[in-house]
């Protein structure tokens, strides 16, 4: 059976806007209907590199609930600091 070619559709490091780098993400396509993700994270703080692959179809709900899971994070810091501020 013939490996399937990977085919790269993007990439970029992570944590850059926080504490520091922690991995560069690279997203490819090996067939007409699958996604490679691959975090590398060894070369930047000594974790276990990521792998996964998903159907291209799940993309899009991937996109869905990281976007969730990113408001969510904005919305519970805003009400923290709001809650700080009314404290004083």
């Keep these: 059976m013939q490996k399937s070619r990977m085919i790269p559709l993007a990439k970029g490091l992570i944590g850059g806007k926080g504490e520091g780098i922690h991995g560069q993400l690279e997203v490819f396509l090996t067939n007409h209907d699958t ?3 691959v975090f590398h994270r060894k ?5 276990s590199n990521v792998d996964f692959s998903i159907s291209c179809d799940d993309l899009q709900d991937m996109i869905n609930i990281l976007s969730e899971a990113k ?3 904005d919305n519970y810091w805003l009400s923290r600091a709001a809650t700080t501020e009314s404290k004083r």
């Design 35 to 37: 996604i490679e993700i």
């Design 71 to 73: 408001e969510k994070s």
């Design 43 to 47: 070369p930047y703080g000594g974790a």
